[in-house]
C-alpha cells in the first residue's frame, strides 16, 4: 500500500524532532517528505509538495495554523493539529470535527489519529475540515460559523443559527433544526455543551437551547420556555439563575 506524504510544521526545533522520531517509529504508513519552522516557510513547501497530511502547530511566530490553512486553501490534505491546551483552539478544532495532539504529544493519542486520518485518505473521503476552519474563523458572529455534525449516515456541515436545541439521547445527541427536520449525531450532549458558544445554553441536563429561537419563558411548573416551534423545554433550578440574568441583560 503506497504511503501517506507527510509534512510536519512545528516552530520549535525540540518538538519537531520528537514528532518526527514517533511518526518514523510507530506510524509504518507515513512517508515524511518535508519539514517547516513557521507559517511562511509552511505555505511554501506544501505548495512545493504537495501532501497528502499535515501536521500543523497551531500557535507559531509570526502567525497561526489558520494562516496556513487560508494561504493553501487551494490544495487539498488532511490535518493533524498539534497544539497546547488553548479553550479558544480545541473550541475551534472541535467545531470543525478536526483531529488534533495535545502537547506533549501521547503515542497512543498520535497512532489513534494517523489511523483516522489514513482511513479517510484510502477511502477517498473528501470532507474539507479545513475549508470549515477557516470560514469560521473569517466569521466573526459565531451564530454564523459552521459546525460538522458527525451524523449516522457521515458527516453534515451546517450553520450553527440553522440549530434550534439538541437533546440528549444516550450516547447519542438529536439536534432539532429550525426547518423543523431533526439529525441523530454521534456525540454525548456534554460534547456540544463545551463546543457551541453563544447564544446556545444548557438549561436542563437533557437540553441545550439556541436562546435566540426563544418565544417566551413561563415561571409556573418550575419555569419552562416555549421557542418558536412551540416546543416547551424545562429550565431545571440549576441553570435558571444563569438563563434569566441572561435575559435582563
Known amino acids: 500500500m503506497e504511503k501517506i506524504k507527510t509534512i510536519i510544521v512545528e516552530d520549535e526545533s525540540a518538538a519537531r524532532e520528537v514528532l518526527k522520531t514517533y511518526v518514523q517509529k510507530y506510524c509504518p504508513q507515513i512517508e515524511l517528505i518535508g519539514e517547516a519552522r513557521n507559517c511562511k516557510?509552511?505555505?511554501?513547501?506544501?505548495?512545493?509538495?504537495?501532501?497528502?497530511?499535515?501536521?500543523?502547530?497551531?500557535?507559531?511566530?509570526?502567525?497561526?495554523?489558520?494562516?496556513?490553512?487560508e494561504g493553501c486553501k487551494d490544495l487539498y490534505f488532511e490535518t493533524i493539529f498539534v497544539t497546547a491546551f488553548s479553550e479558544y483552539s480545541l473550541r475551534a478544532l472541535n467545531q470543525s470535527?478536526?483531529?488534533y495532539l495535545l502537547k506533549p504529544v501521547s503515542i497512543e493519542e498520535l497512532i489513534v489519529?494517523?489511523?483516522?486520518?489514513?482511513?479517510?485518505?484510502?477511502?477517498?473521503?473528501?470532507?474539507?475540515?479545513?475549508?470549515?476552519?477557516?470560514?469560521?474563523f473569517r466569521?466573526?458572529?459565531?451564530?454564523?460559523q459552521q459546525v460538522i455534525l458527525p451524523t449516522l449516515e457521515g458527516f453534515e456541515v451546517v450553520r450553527m443559527e440553522q440549530i434550534m436545541r439538541l437533546q440528549g439521547n444516550g450516547n447519542f445527541t438529536d439536534i432539532y433544526f429550525r426547518?423543523?427536520?431533526?439529525?441523530?449525531?454521534?456525540?454525548?450532549?456534554?460534547?456540544?455543551?463545551?463546543?457551541?458558544?453563544y447564544p446556545f445554553m444548557r438549561v436542563h441536563k437533557s437540553h441545550i437551547i439556541n436562546v435566540h429561537t426563544v418565544k417566551a419563558y413561563h415561571k409556573s411548573s418550575g419555569g419552562y420556555v416555549v421557542l418558536e416551534d412551540e416546543t416547551e423545554i424545562e429550565i431545571s433550578p440549576s441553570y435558571k439563575d444563569d438563563f434569566l440574568r441572561l435575559f435582563k441583560r
Open 41 to 69: 516557510e509552511a505555505i511554501t513547501v506544501l505548495h512545493e509538495l504537495q501532501p497528502q497530511l499535515v501536521f500543523l502547530d497551531v500557535e507559531m511566530p509570526f502567525g497561526n495554523a489558520f494562516d496556513v490553512l
Open 97 to 99: 470535527a478536526a483531529y
Open 113 to 136: 489519529a494517523v489511523n483516522k486520518v489514513q482511513g479517510h485518505i484510502y477511502n477517498h473521503e473528501m470532507l474539507n475540515r479545513n475549508r470549515v476552519l477557516v470560514e469560521n
Open 139 to 144: 466569521e466573526q458572529q459565531p451564530e454564523k
Open 179 to 197: 426547518n423543523k427536520t431533526k439529525k441523530m449525531v454521534c456525540r454525548l450532549l456534554k460534547y456540544f455543551d463545551e463546543i457551541l458558544p
